[in-house]
C-alpha cells in the first residue's frame, strides 16, 4: 500500500517527482498533457528518459496517467471519435513513460441510460486498445453518480468490464464517488459488503488504484466533491476502516485532494494517511 497524490508537471514531466519528494509521495499519478483540451503533446524522447531516470533515481512509483475530462464513451460520434483518440495518445504516452495505465472517467449517457450505451462504449474502448500497446491498463473510474455519469455502481462496472472483455482493463476506486454514489466504505461493515459486491460484478484483482478523497458531501449524495483527509464525511476513521480492508493491502493509494491552499494535494494529507497505515500496521 504505497500513498502517494496527483502532482503537477509544470516545468516537464520530470518535476512530478520534484514534488512528489517534497510531500512525501510515494507513488503518483499526472496529466500528461492538458485535462481539458482535445489536442494532446506528446513528451518528447528528452523527456521521457529525463522522467524515466528521475523516477529510478527517487524510487517514486507506481506512475499512473489520468486521461482528459472531456472524454465520453456515452457521447456522440464526434465526440467518441475525439475520446477515442484522445484515450489512444495517452495510452501510447503512458507506454513510453514507463507509467502503469491511464485512468479516466468514462463520461455521460445524456439521460439515454446505461443500457443505451454499453454497447458503443464497450465498442469504442475496444477500438482504443486495438490501437495501444499490451504494456499499459485502460482503467476505468468509478463516478459519483451525479446526474448521468456512467459507472457510479459496481454492476456497471463490472458489465462494462465483461463487455471490453479484455485483460488489460482495470478499475481505479475512487473513496469519495464511492460514498457519495450510495457505499458507506466508511463504516466497518459497509466497506464489506461494497468490496464484496465488488468481487462479484468485477473481482478485486481488476483493482489496481484508488482516488483517497475524503468527502465534502453527505453520503449517498451523488455529488463529486473531494474535501482533504479527515475533513470530510468520510474522515480520519473512516480511512481507518477502508485502508484495513484487505482488498486495499497490495493497492496504491492516490490524493486528489484540494489541500490547504486550493493547490492539490500536500505534505500534510499525505501525513494523513501514512499515520493512518502506521496506526493499521501495515507494512510498504
Not at 454492476?155 to 465483461?162: F, P
Request: aromatic residues 6%; glycine residues 12%; contains cysteine.
Amino acid at each position: 500500500m504505497r500513498l502517494g497524490a496527483h502532482v503537477s508537471t509544470a516545468g516537464g514531466p520530470a518535476k512530478a517527482f520534484d514534488k512528489a519528494v517534497e510531500i512525501g509521495a510515494e507513488t503518483i499519478q499526472i496529466f500528461a498533457s492538458s485535462p481539458r483540451a482535445w489536442k494532446f503533446k506528446m513528451p518528447t524522447d528528452d523527456q521521457t528518459a529525463e522522467f524515466q531516470d528521475r523516477g529510478e533515481s527517487t524510487g517514486v512509483g507506481p506512475v499512473f496517467l489520468h486521461g482528459s475530462y472531456l472524454v465520453n464513451v456515452g457521447g456522440s460520434p464526434e465526440i467518441v471519435e475525439k475520446s477515442i483518440d484522445c484515450l489512444t495518445s495517452n495510452l501510447l504516452a503512458a507506454s513510453k513513460l514507463g507509467a502503469k495505465g491511464v485512468i479516466f472517467h468514462g463520461g455521460s449517457h445524456k439521460g439515454k441510460g446505461f443500457d443505451a450505451v454499453l454497447e458503443q462504449a464497450a465498442s469504442t474502448l475496444n477500438i482504443v486498445l486495438d490501437q495501444c500497446p499490451d504494456d499499459v491498463w485502460l482503467i476505468i473510474e468509478n463516478s459519483a453518480g451525479m446526474g448521468a455519469h456512467i459507472g457510479a455502481s459496481f454492476v456497471e462496472l463490472g458489465r462494462m468490464v465483461r463487455a471490453i472483455d479484455d485483460e488489460r482493463v482495470k478499475i481505479c476506486l475512487d473513496t469519495e464517488h464511492c460514498f457519495a454514489a450510495g457505499y458507506n466504505i466508511a463504516d466497518s461493515e459497509g466497506v464489506k459488503a461494497a468490496m464484496e459486491e465488488f468481487d462479484q460484478e468485477i473481482g478485486l484483482d481488476k483493482l489496481v488504484a484508488v482516488h483517497a478523497n475524503d468527502a465534502k458531501v453527505e453520503h449517498g449524495s451523488g455529488v463529486d466533491r473531494h474535501e482533504n483527509i479527515g475533513d470530510g464525511y468520510i474522515g480520519l476513521d473512516g480511512f481507518e476502516v477502508i485502508m484495513s480492508h484487505p482488498a486495499f493491502r497490495n493497492v496504491p493509494f492516490l490524493l486528489e485532494v484540494p489541500g490547504p491552499d486550493k493547490k492539490g494535494p500536500d505534505k500534510d494529507n499525505v501525513d494523513r494517511l501514512k499515520a493512518v497505515r502506521e496506526k493499521l500496521g501495515i507494512q510498504v
